[in-house]
């Protein structure tokens, strides 16, 4: 598994696959998404000018209300942010942990779960790993 996110092609396709979900997940949302979007005046207060400019292109930043978005859409996963963004932290990071309000079942019914790590630094999150995958 490793070795497939390494393939840069591979990689890219899945960046690409979760601009366009977290895309689709504001549109669907727009009204509880809006009012968090920096400057979206700059956009005409259009959530899909935004998207075009901001959420789908491949190099662009993401932004927290992006991971918001991001989560609603992956009912079940929660996300684990570790922040390195200059605050003081004694011994840990800081960080927040997410997780969407609808948990996904499995076959027999039963809730399931996924945790995602991210790690922020100032305009970048990186996905963490054990190296074990």
């Given at each position: 598994?490793?070795?497939?996110?390494?393939?840069?092609?591979?990689?890219n396709?899945?960046?690409?696959?979760?601009?366009?979900?977290?895309?689709?997940?504001?549109?669907?949302?727009?009204?509880?998404?809006?009012?968090?979007?920096?400057?979206?005046?700059?956009?005409?207060?259009?959530?899909?000018?935004?998207?075009?400019?901001?959420?789908?292109?491949?190099?662009?930043?993401?932004?927290?209300?992006?991971?918001?978005?991001?989560?609603?859409?992956?009912?079940?996963?929660?996300?684990?942010?570790?922040?390195?963004?200059?605050?003081?932290?004694?011994?840990?990071?800081?960080?927040?942990?997410?997780r969407?309000?609808?948990?996904?079942?499995?076959?027999?019914?039963?809730?399931?779960?996924?945790?995602?790590?991210?790690?922020?630094?100032?305009?970048?999150?990186?996905?963490?790993?054990?190296?074990n995958?």
């Amino acid at each position: 598994m490793l070795a497939a996110f390494q393939d840069p092609m591979m990689s890219n396709t899945c960046t690409w696959f979760m601009r366009i979900l977290t895309a689709s997940s504001l549109k669907q949302h727009a009204d509880g998404f809006l009012p968090f979007i920096e400057d979206i005046v700059l956009y005409n207060n259009d959530i899909g000018d935004y998207c075009a400019k901001e959420v789908e292109p491949m190099g662009k930043e993401c932004e927290q209300v992006q991971i918001m978005a991001l989560l609603e859409a992956l009912h079940g996963v929660e996300i684990s942010i570790e922040y390195l963004d200059g605050r003081p932290f004694d011994g840990h990071p800081p960080h927040m942990d997410l997780r969407s309000n609808i948990p996904p079942n499995d076959v027999s019914g039963s809730p399931t779960r996924m945790v995602v790590s991210l790690l922020y630094r100032p305009g970048h999150y990186d996905v963490l790993y054990q190296d074990n995958l």
